[in-house]
């Protein structure tokens, strides 16, 4: 038994009243004159106890009309159904949720899980339903309701493990809805699998299950399980020369708890191996393996991280990436033709056959639109024009990944600029530091230390950006969702990039010579500028994998073209016809290497199960259950009650109408008890 409102036992105090009347109660004793005592008959007085307390029923019938209406007002009720015991030859109504997560690979657990779901079909009666649903990422119902043995044994014999991750919460909101197509059966719910924790991903507070669902877990996980997984591959993706020279990062884990592991960790090119590596890897953590240095062919080639471990799980063995090696960036450079005006430039791009720019430099007057279109990116070196058709060409290439760099310096006209709606700045009048500042220069002193065309003054403590001196500028003012990257120490801007929503613009403010500024004589001149052509570069770079369910992004070019997949089995799914610039996504549903066709390009893309998978840690099925099952009072608040549980809810909570009806009886007792009293007293 329990109360609603508890708090109200507090006036049980007032039980104190009664008591203390009865015992501040006296006789009044009245006084009559009288001549003589004499002849009158001698009774003896009452005691002293019976004069404090007159009346013991009557004081008893007091406290018990307060007891009672303490306890009404508190409104007790039962906390267990008085329901009688279940029928054993009542129809049953079962919903068998299976774990088809990737974890169930882990050694037999999988067959462990046919052989539990096949007992609860066998020991199904005549009368008997099953509902089955098949969980991982996701869950699909398999079968409706159905007696049909054989039918739902087919099914579980069909029923193959994922390489999906585990969310129970969606399982379980479908396994309501299925229990709720039994109607007046006895529903049980069975749920069979491992119980991994990192499945638990609830994203409600609302219990789901109801309350007249009898539930059961069949626990398969497998105490102290032995696995060593690869969690994750960093990787540099594309390349521009035959040997590679970024790296490939492999994170290994040891989910072991209680001793350190030894592994041979490998990375291979096409089924080709390219380096082998040992690493001892220590309880319950990860470590890495980076391996680099190896050639590529041309194009994309197809890597795998493996690891040779002795455990029941093979899965998270492997992890499959794509490289791309990639012709030299076709940069185009336009000047005012000038002598010498790109001069520095130039040099920067070709300064060593190992840097990955093919350069050609031309004036703007001789300038065309297909021209632009056969480079990846495009330098405007302080021109005071463009030919419009050329402007509204350099547009349409932003949308389909061609990176632009804008040099605004002593030669660009700043109305025409101001006049180019796409231009991320609005050009104002140009700054000659040493007569407007007061000053002999300005150094480039605040920049964004997260963006990636300053990655190489973060790792460098010799190479540094504020060591470069600039005596003029071309004074700019960002526009709304513009960005600006990099600032003067008077606090005008120096980089700016275009919006989100116009992806592949740069602005930079001063010019390329010693005039200007003495940047193209100082060390930081060439990572900056490198940086800055690669990042517009890589619009349109791949990644080097993604997760399984992951959507991935199907970018059209210039023109209309069909679009398709090639799944790693060699399927191939359409995805339609794609406008120019048009973006759509496709979800791979199996891991493997995917084979993108957009038009005429063809790219690669690696598609990994998730790591997470890995880490075979459990939770008590006791709890998981408990989480989704509503109790008695969330089902009223929620109204989620049958009529028959709402009747014996009811009935529950009606004491409180007895106790005021006793309290009544109690009452009229009392006034005719204390009647009675007054007229013999």
Known sequence: MSFLNPFLLFGSLALAIPILIHLVRREKSEIIPFSSLMFLLKVPKRSIRQQKIKNLLLMALRLLILALLVGAFARPYLTQPAKPAGNATANRGVVLMLDNSYSMRYGNNFDR????????????????????????????????????????????????????????????????????????????????????????????????????????????????????????????????????TGRVIARIHNYRKDIPVDVQVSVALNDKEMGRKTLTVSANSSALAEFT????????????????SNDPLKVDDDFLFALERREKLKLLIVDAGKAKQSLYLRQAYTSSPDLPFEVSVLPASALTPEEVSNHEVVVINDVP????????????????GQGQLIILGENADAGWWNSYAKLPVKAGPRIFVAKDRGRPSVALTTYDRNHSIFKPFEKSTRVVLNSAQFFAYMNVEAKPGAVVLAKYEDGSPVIVESSKEDHGMLVFNSTIDSKWNDLPLKPSFLPLFHEMVRYLSRYNENRSWYALDEAIPVVAGLESVAAAVIDPKGGRQALGQLTAGQVKFFTPTIPGFHEFRVGPDTRLVAVNPPSSEGNLDTMPPEDLLASVQRTQGESQQAGLFGTEEKAEYARRQTIWWYLLFIALLAGIAEIYIANQSYKTS
């Not at 046919?114 to 199904?124: N, P, W």
């Open 113 to 244: 899980l046919k052989a539990e779901a096949q007992k609860r079909i066998d020991s199904m009666r005549a009368g008997d339903r099953m509902s089955i649903i098949a969980f991982n990422e996701n869950a699909t119902l398999l079968s409706r309701p159905t007696s049909d043995k054989n039918a739902l044994k087919a099914m579980v014999d069909t029923l193959e493990p994922s390489f999906s991750g585990t969310r129970y919460y969606e399982a379980f909101t479908l396994a309501d809805r299925a229990l709720s197509e039994f109607g007046g059966d006895q529903k049980q719910l069975v749920v069979i699998s491992d119980f991994q924790r990192n499945g638990w991903n609830r994203s409600s507070r609302e219990s789901i299950i109801g309350t007249d669902v009898k539930t059961e877990a069949v626990n398969l996980a497998v105490q102290n399980p032995n696995n060593v997984g690869i969690d994750s591959v960093s990787v540099d993706q594309t390349s521009f020369t035959r040997t590679y």
């Open 293 to 308: 240095g190896f050639d590529l062919q041309l194009g994309f080639s197809k890597g795998r991280v493996h690891i040779d």
């Open 385 to 400: 024009r463009l030919p419009d058709k050329v402007r509204d060409r350099l547009d349409d290439l932003r949308k389909t």
